[in-house]
């Protein structure tokens, strides 16, 4: 039922690799985000796009990128992976106006040893 | 400070029995407040979304309520099922920015016994 695709489910990698999350809505929503959880916490926005060549950092500090090319997708990249970017990252989005509800991917599971 | 707080953090209950969770929020201003479910180590479901002037929705066995004065949510959980046990997070929106923001709960982690 997801309309909202994000890839790896899962991913295990050394410390110092590059690593691109990949995230892609088929909803055409304007708006997308991508916000980091550890168990147990709340989500924290770490990026968000309102739309193609539009990126801004969000609330908690990320040593992350993102680029908006094309409107259905949003990676993000970790340049060089480090054991302290080892969490759950979730990709969302939501339509441009009104009280809409956001549409979360199911989330990417990064480890790094 | 903008905050959610949800309590309890943990509730654990039986199969078949009924459950209410809550939710406090001090975002201001309030635009509309929103229950998720997270199963493990899956992306947040939407169950109900509310505005300001809406104090009740119900999403099958799910009944949210809000109350927008004392700045209260509770979600209520009708005949539990063992496929209910998630986490279930409250998040309330503020209308003072373009961006809507969001502002999530920890969420309390609901697990149904058989």
């Known amino acids: 039922e997801a309309d909202i695709y994000q890839t790896p489910r899962y991913l295990v990698i050394g410390t110092g690799k590059k690593i691109t999350l990949e995230c892609s809505q088929t909803m055409g929503h304007d708006k997308m985000y991508w916000y980091q959880q550890d168990p147990g916490m709340e989500l924290h926005l770490i990026h968000y796009?309102?739309?193609?060549?539009?990126?801004e950092k969000g609330d908690l500090s990320s040593e992350s990128t993102v680029s908006r090319i094309r409107t259905e997708h949003f990676p993000l990249t970790l340049e060089s992976a480090r054991p302290s970017h080892t969490s759950q990252y979730l990709c969302?989005?939501?339509?441009?106006?009104?009280?809409?509800?956001?549409?979360f991917g199911s989330g990417t599971r990064l480890t790094v040893v | 400070k903008n905050q959610v707080e949800q309590s309890p953090q943990s509730l654990i209950i039986l199969e078949g029995k009924n459950c209410t969770l809550q939710?406090?929020?001090?975002?201001?201003?309030?635009?509309?407040l929103r229950w998720y479910k997270q199963d493990t180590g899956r992306g947040p479901v939407s169950l109900t979304i509310?505005?300001?002037?809406?104090n009740t929705k119900s999403n099958g066995r799910y009944t949210a309520t809000l109350d927008a004065d004392t700045k209260q949510s509770s979600l209520h959980i009708t005949a539990s099922q063992l496929s209910d046990s998630a986490s279930y997070i409250c998040v309330v929106s503020d209308r003072g920015s373009t961006l809507g923001r969001l502002y999530f709960g920890r969420g309390t982690q609901l697990t149904v016994w058989p």
């Open positions: 939710c406090n929020y001090t975002v201001s201003p309030f635009s509309n």
């Open positions: 796009s309102y739309g193609v060549n539009s990126t």
């Open positions: 509310m505005t300001f002037s809406e």
């Open positions: 969302a989005s939501s339509e441009r106006t009104g009280p809409s509800g956001y549409t």
